[in-house]
Structure formats: C-alpha cells, structure tokens
C-alpha cells in the first residue's frame, strides 16, 4: 500500500491511493492528480494477500513547476506629481506562486525600473510629473519562471504651465499656413499638447495678436487644409494630460486666392423633356474661392454651358438646366469658378437622358 502526505500547506493531506496507483512489476507507482510545485511525503508499505500491513517507509518528493497562474485586478493610481501606488489581487489558483515582479514604465521614453517583492502592492517614487507610466506585474515561480503579465497605466499629477510664446506665422498659401512659437517659460514639461483653434474670422470680431518677447526655443506647426480667400485667426494653447489649459495667444491672418477643386458627386436630380436638374458637393479644396459655377452639356446634336453665381459658398448645390433638347443623351460637368474668373477641373461627368 502507499499513501502520501502534502507538506507544502497548513492543511495536512493524506490519501491512500487505491485505484490511483498503476502498480509495475519492478514495484514502481505512479501517482497521479498531484499538484504542480509542491512538496510531498510518501508512505510505502507492504500489505499480505491477507490484508496484513508491514513496516512502513517514507520518502520525499517535489511535483514540477508550471508557469505561475497571473494576477489580477491590477490597479495604477497616481498620488502626486512624482509617485504612483499600484495595487493587485492574487490569482485564485496559487500553486507554483513564489512572490511578484513589477515594473514601472515611462511611456514616452520606454525607460523602466522592475522590483521583486512579496507584497501585493507597490509605490513608485521619484517620477517624473506629467508623464504616463505603464504598470506590469508579473508572478513569479520558486525557480523564477515568470508568468503573464496584467497591465494598468496611470499620470502622475500635472501642473498648470504658462501660455506658449512668440506666436508667429510665417508662410501663408492658399490653403495652407505655418505657424512658429516657443514653449511656455513655466513648467514646458507638463505640456502634453498644443490646442490650435483655427476660425475664420467673417463671423468672430477680429483680435490682435498677442505683443510676446522672442525666444530662441521655437516649436514650428504646419497647418493644412484651410480654405483660400479666407480671413483666419489662430488661438494657440498648451494642455496638460490631464486637461488643463494655458492662456491662449493669437494671430490673424488670411490665405490666398487659389483655384478650387471639382464639384463633388454631380448627379441628376429630376429629369424632363427640355430640362435637368443637377446636384453636387462644393469642392474639397479651396471651398470659399467658389463663387460661381460653370455647367457645361454636349450631345450628339449641340453643346452648351451656363454659369451659376453662389456667393453664399452653399455645401450642397442645385440647378436646372434648361432649354435642352427631348429624348437625346447628354452628358453634364460642372466647374467651380475663382473670384478672378479662373476656374477649376471639371467633375464626374454625368449622364441623363431627357424625356420625349
């Protein structure tokens, strides 16, 4: 008969193992359903056929350790601007757990520092303020093999910084502009990023811009996308991770006359026996220079154009073209016109049949 003992828990366990045992003909058994990194005691003694026990001996055994069950609940909270406390749970299964490893990281500068410890929390001091740290703890086996690791991230506390410096533009385009400035004078690290407000100014009271000294430290932004023949004023500040806003600084200034794009998705709208009515989308570039449009047709028979003033720029545009001719086939284009009368590519063309 053979039993065994775990030794490895405040709960004593002893099993007689029965049918658990494969018996061998050189006397080896094995023992099934142990747990992994654990120590045991075994008690081997002979029994006669007629159920009498013998002298019993004891041996000493360990089970092999598998990948240490992970952690959960991982929680990373900041609690000033240079610490963070991280906080977990054990996992439910704790076999093969000998303690933890955790590590902090700074997640701009992937720089790390990693601790072993028994406990199942952790400050972390001496940080940086303003900066995103990531947190990983990973269990750790008797022998050191390391387990999953379970993630949570926190930012240490901010600080307000000042209002960037020495705003300027200098290049202006059609549809685009560069504007240079200096990082705030006050706590430039805790700026996460620059909020830039772009607002043409037909509708917002003009401001002057702000009288800033020079600094040698300049940050340069390019912008994209704006609208020719458009007045435009710059609101720039700086923001902290958390949210928080310097004072704006400003500039005005106003983009050149260039030529606008096509009309966007032309395509008919009602179809008669001498006439069509066309819609399309304002062109993607150089919206506001589209003051007018030119329609043009052809068939088999004639051809044509007819120009539409729109100086309220609408997004979507409508028109009726008629005079045309019934039961032919035609195919319509529309081009966006500049203020000085240059004008632009032509759409998608599209193609209508009149009625008879």
């Not at 029965?18 to 120590?39: K, M, V, W």
């Not at 940080?127 to 379970?150: M, T």
């Not at 600080?159 to 290049?171: E, R, W």
Request: hydrophobic share 30%; with cysteine; net charge negative.
């Amino acid at each position: 008969m053979v039993s065994y003992r775990e030794t490895t828990s405040q709960k004593i366990q002893e099993t007689t193992l029965g049918n658990q045992l494969r018996r061998e003909a050189d006397h080896y058994s094995t023992i099934f359903d142990l747990r992994p990194c654990t120590n045991y005691t075994y008690y081997v003694s002979a029994v006669s056929f007629y159920g009498l026990q013998g002298g019993t001996r004891t041996a000493l055994g360990s089970t092999g350790e598998i990948e240490p069950s992970p952690v959960e609940s991982v929680s990373a909270t900041a609690t000033g601007t240079m610490s963070i406390s991280a906080t977990w749970s054990a996992g439910q299964v704790k076999e093969c757990v000998d303690h933890y490893y955790t590590c902090i990281r700074d997640a701009d500068t992937l720089t790390s520092a990693c601790f072993h410890t028994d406990d199942l929390e952790r400050d972390f001091t001496g940080l940086s303020p303003c900066v995103n740290y990531e947190v990983a703890v990973r269990s750790v086996s008797p022998k050191g093999q390391l387990g999953s690791a379970i993630y949570d991230t926190a930012t240490t506390k901010d600080v307000p910084t000042g209002a960037p410096q020495d705003l300027q533009v200098v290049d202006v385009t059609s549809h685009s502009a560069t504007i240079t400035f200096a990082p705030p004078a006050t706590f430039p690290q805790c700026v996460h990023e620059y909020d830039t407000r772009i607002v043409d100014l037909s509708s917002v009271k003009k401001r002057s811009p702000s009288d800033l000294s020079s600094r040698l430290l300049r940050t340069q932004e390019a912008i994209d996308g704006l609208n020719a023949c458009t007045d435009y004023g710059i609101w720039l500040s700086a923001a902290t991770v958390s949210g928080f806003k310097s004072p704006e600084v400003s500039i005005n200034f106003t983009t050149a006359e260039a030529t606008p794009s096509a009309p966007r998705e032309l395509n008919h709208t009602d179809v008669g026996a001498d006439s069509v009515s066309l819609r399309w989308f304002a062109p993607e570039n150089n919206t506001l220079c589209a003051v007018s449009y030119r329609v043009t047709w052809t068939s088999d028979l004639n051809s044509g154009s007819e120009d539409f003033p729109f100086l309220d720029h609408p997004f979507e545009v409508k028109v009726t073209v008629k005079g045309l001719t019934a039961s032919r086939a035609y195919t319509f284009t529309s081009s966006a016109l500049g203020p000085s009368g240059n004008i632009g590519p032509a759409s998608e063309p599209c193609y209508v049949n009149t009625l008879p």
